[in-house]
């Protein structure tokens, strides 16, 4: 209800998901209809395509198929809500049900999680569904429901792409137990033949995803989609996935402030960065998940796990624009997430650190709406 009645007049716009499944449902991968202002497109033999993968369609499939007008955005809302039911439900594998409970509201209302569910646009929209399947999978890993667990990590691969690099996380759990580790592969092995076939009937090419094509597109414009070309107007875009990057991304994930006007001394106006924000200010609980030493096990196999995961993320052109924090940590967050559930204690600074998360978020969350974005 709070996702709902936050945004309860959303724009409804950049919904390119709700577009492919809509052609997918017609037999087809290409998108005739996509509107022209739309970012992250591309032509190819005349055709419109969209270089995501098709996860995000394959969830919204059944709702476009029951609810005649339903948006993007309204299922958006419904799988955040869901989502940090689940989060709740593999919380408990780790901690009391109490503590769970507050991981769970610190995730679903102080994180990037809650702008990301709330807005429901494209970009945003593929983090909120892979956390549902990447959820699920982990609470089949924990149940020993290996075949599930694979068949869902599966469809998380193919929302975000990223995440097939979450493999490592079912290897280091279970390269000592063959057998559940082949009932994870027989189910993950979904992924293969629906990717391959999605890019090759869009481009002939089973290998072929189409973010080169969006990415020259990014290099050939003068506009700034980061930060360092606000600092700096002169310097130009780095490559797709360039290690030069990767300060760009430490930058926003950890310490990038709002943007401030101090005139006098005093706060004339305070407002968050389209170009994100730092856990420092928006989510400083997950600094808990972050601190060395972990312990052999299963910490070190969810931090491996994170930084493995985050490193497609940190080298990527944009650091996640616009947005309300740093939405690329939702690749991630999960497996953070059980971290903070084996460390969490419900002391005083812990309490007022989800606290304080939650008031930055809901004042993120309203900015942004009230910034258009």
């Given at each position: 209800?709070?996702?709902?009645?936050?945004?309860?007049?959303?724009?409804?716009?950049?919904?390119?998901?709700?577009?492919?499944?809509?052609?997918?449902?017609?037999?087809?991968?290409?998108?005739?209809?996509?509107?022209?202002?739309?970012?992250?497109?591309?032509?190819?033999?005349?055709?419109?395509?969209?270089?995501?993968?098709?996860?995000?369609?394959?969830?919204?499939?059944?709702?476009?198929?029951?609810?005649?007008?339903?948006?993007?955005?309204?299922?958006?809302?419904?799988?955040?809500?869901?989502?940090?039911?689940?989060?709740?439900?593999?919380?408990?594998?780790?901690?009391?049900?109490?503590?769970?409970?507050?991981?769970?509201?610190?995730?679903?209302?102080?994180?990037?999680?809650?702008?990301?569910?709330?807005?429901?646009?494209?970009?945003?929209?593929?983090?909120?569904?892979?956390?549902?399947?990447?959820?699920?999978?982990?609470?089949?890993?924990?149940?020993?429901?290996?075949?599930?667990?694979?068949?869902?990590?599966?469809?998380?691969?193919?929302?975000?792409?990223?995440?097939?690099?979450?493999?490592?996380?079912?290897?280091?759990?279970?390269?000592?137990?063959?057998?559940?580790?082949?009932?994870?592969?027989?189910?993950?092995?979904?992924?293969?033949?629906?990717?391959?076939?999605?890019?090759?009937?869009?481009?002939?090419?089973?290998?072929?995803?189409?973010?080169?094509?969006?990415?020259?597109?990014?290099?050939?414009?003068?506009?700034?989609?980061?930060?360092?070309?606000?600092?700096?107007?002169?310097?130009?875009?780095?490559?797709?996935?360039?290690?030069?990057?990767?300060?760009?991304?430490?930058?926003?994930?950890?310490?990038?402030?709002?943007?401030?006007?101090?005139?006098?001394?005093?706060?004339?106006?305070?407002?968050?960065?389209?170009?994100?924000?730092?856990?420092?200010?928006?989510?400083?609980?997950?600094?808990?998940?972050?601190?060395?030493k972990f312990k052999p096990g299963l910490e070190s196999n969810l931090i491996i796990t994170s930084i493995i995961c985050a490193i497609p993320s940190f080298l990527h052109i944009m650091q996640g624009w616009v947005q309300f924090?740093?939405?690329?940590?939702?690749?991630?967050?999960?497996?953070?997430?059980?971290?903070?559930?084996?460390?969490?204690?419900?002391?005083?600074l812990n309490l007022l650190l989800i606290l304080i998360s939650v008031i930055v978020n809901f004042w993120g969350v309203i900015w942004a709406i009230n910034l258009g974005w």
């Open positions: 209800m709070i996702y709902k009645n936050i945004y309860p007049e959303p724009r409804n716009w950049y919904d390119h998901y709700l577009y492919l499944t809509k052609s997918i449902l017609q037999g087809r991968v290409d998108i005739p209809d996509l509107p022209q202002f739309y970012h992250d497109k591309l032509e190819f033999e005349g055709k419109t395509y969209i270089p995501f993968p098709p996860g995000a369609s394959i969830l919204l499939t059944p709702f476009v198929l029951i609810f005649k007008g339903i948006t993007q955005q309204q299922v958006s809302i419904l799988v955040g809500a869901i989502d940090i039911s689940l989060i709740y439900l593999l919380l408990t594998s780790f901690t009391s049900k109490r503590n769970s409970i507050l991981l769970s509201v610190f995730l679903g209302f102080g994180t990037s999680f809650f702008w990301s569910a709330v807005v429901g646009t494209t970009w945003f929209f593929a983090h909120i569904v892979a956390i549902f399947f990447i959820t699920l999978s982990l609470i089949f890993h924990f149940k020993k429901f290996d075949f599930w667990s694979g068949i869902f990590f599966a469809l998380g691969a193919l929302t975000r792409m990223s995440l097939i690099l979450a493999g490592i996380f079912y290897l280091l759990q279970l390269w000592r137990k063959k057998k559940r580790f082949m009932f994870f592969l027989l189910g993950a092995f979904v992924f293969v033949p629906i990717i391959l076939s999605y890019d090759y009937l869009r481009f002939g090419n089973p290998f072929r995803t189409g973010y080169n094509e969006v990415y020259l597109q990014y290099a050939g414009s003068d506009y700034p989609y980061t930060i360092r070309q606000i600092i700096n107007p002169k310097s130009s875009l780095f490559g797709y996935f360039d290690i030069k990057n990767v300060g760009l991304h430490l930058y926003t994930f950890l310490v990038m402030p709002p943007n401030v006007k101090i005139d006098g001394g005093i706060v004339k106006d305070l407002k968050p960065s389209p170009f994100g924000m730092g856990i420092l200010f928006t989510s400083p609980l997950l600094f808990l998940a972050l601190r060395p924090g740093y939405r690329f940590v939702l690749d991630f967050i999960v497996f953070l997430m059980i971290i903070l559930a084996l460390r969490f204690k419900s002391t005083k």
